[in-house]
Each structure stands twice: as C-alpha cells, then as structure tokens.
C-alpha cells in the first residue's frame, strides 16, 4: 500500500493569512494526489484533484501543485470558513490511502 | 446534482454481519464507479472497496475476507457487507462516487455517514 503523510497535523493561523499543507507519498505517484476538506460532523468535500486541478464551486483561494512524492495544498488567504480537517488522498493505484488530515484552526 | 444516502443498523453484535445500502438520487448509478469508505478515531479515512455499474469490484486487501459489494441498477443503490465483526469495525461508513476527469478518479459525492458501533 501507499503510505500518505501529511504535515503538519494541525495549525493554528490567523484570518487572512496564507496556509501551506504539505502530503507526501511513499512512492512516487505522478499526480494522481486529491484533496478534501472536512468539517466537523461532516462528510469530506473534494477540494482539488490532479494535485492541482480545482474543483467547480471551490473557492480560488485554495490551490495544490506537485508531483511524484511532494505535493502542497495551499489557502492563499485564509477565512473562519476553512476552520476544517484536511486530507489528502493518493488515486495512483488500489488501495486508495489517505493521509492522517490537518486540522487547521483559527488563532 | 447527485445524492447519496446510506442506511441500516447503528448497533451490530460482534461476530455478526454489517450490512449497509446507499441510495442513489438525481443520477444513473451507471458508468461509475461507487465506493464505501468508514472513519474510526484510531485508523484515520479508510477505503473498504468500490464496485462498477456493471459489478466488476475491487477491495481494500486489509477486508477482502469479509467484504462483499454489490449493485442494483434497478434500484440506483449498492450496499455493503462486513462479515465477523468486531469492535474494530465500529466507525462512521460513508457511501461515495467517483468521479473522473482525464484519467483521475476522486471522490466527488458522498453520502452524509452513518455510524456504526459493534457492542454487545
């Protein structure tokens, strides 16, 4: 199976600043790397697929890049909103595997 | 826009089977591929397995002995079976699409959860 490990496994950042999250792969996985965002009590919302690729209705501040091992999702400005788990997800092959999530938090 | 709703038992006996069906509405449950996946405090997001339109499956080789997926395209729904049980197993089972776009699958709908507690 592929090991997805994220980094860190929680933050706390103020409104308005820029968030960075950091999933890497056991192996290489070209860029089949999604990201979902989970909020309390909730069911995971897919935020970006293809590392990169976002999500219709998703809001622009969020993005993801990389390929191969390292990928990153970043919020660019960061709102009470995204008070949330995120998680990455490898879809290179079967079993798909999940990171551990980040919980990011408002300070 | 697709819906998803799981359903069954909240309380399962250890040793016995869970058995879960999600309900597909506002889309075919044709060429797709359809997913179960649980969330347990210790283990994280799991993927159980996933089945196609057409039945042809594929399971997480951590339960493939106690796993059955199976569809009905009469009904729009699939469900899922979990053999011998065990505290385990208890956890919060979500029912999912996948989607598709150039070659990558991501899970796109999923259903709102539904727990699952294993206890006497």
């Known amino acids: 199976d592929i090991q997805m490990t994220q980094s860190p496994s929680s933050l706390s950042a103020s409104v308005g600043d820029r968030v960075t999250i950091t999933c890497r792969a056991s192996?290489?996985?070209?860029?089949?790397l999604n990201w979902y965002q989970q909020k309390p009590g909730k069911a995971p919302e897919l935020l970006i697929y293809?590392?990169?690729r976002l999500q219709s209705g998703v809001p622009s501040r969020f993005s993801g890049s990389g390929s191969g091992t390292d990928f990153t999702l970043t919020i660019s400005s960061l709102q009470p909103e995204d008070v949330a788990t995120y998680y990455c997800?490898?879809?290179?092959?079967?079993?798909?595997?999940f990171g551990q999530g980040t919980k990011v938090e408002i300070k | 826009q697709v819906q998803l709703q799981e359903s069954g038992p909240g309380l399962v006996k250890p040793s016995e089977t869970l058995s879960l069906t999600c309900a597909v509405s506002?889309?075919?449950?044709?060429?797709?591929?359809w997913s179960w996946l649980r969330q347990s405090p210790g283990k994280g997001l799991e993927w159980i397995g996933y089945?196609?339109?057409?039945?042809?499956?594929n399971y997480n080789p951590s339960l493939k002995s106690r796993v059955t997926i199976s569809v009905d395209t009469s009904k729009n729904q699939f469900s899922l079976r979990l053999s011998s049980v065990t505290a385990a197993d208890t956890a919060v089972y979500y029912c999912?699409?996948?989607?598709?776009?150039?070659?990558?699958?991501?899970?796109?709908?999923w259903g709102q959860g539904t727990l699952v507690t294993v206890s006497s």
């Open positions: 997800q490898q879809g290179y092959n079967a079993p798909k595997t």
């Open positions: 293809a590392a990169s």
């Open positions: 999912a699409r996948e989607g598709y776009n150039s070659g990558h699958y991501y899970f796109d709908s």
């Open positions: 192996q290489p996985i070209n860029n089949y």
């Open positions: 506002g889309g075919s449950i044709s060429d797709y591929y």
């Open positions: 089945i196609y339109s057409s039945g042809r499956n």
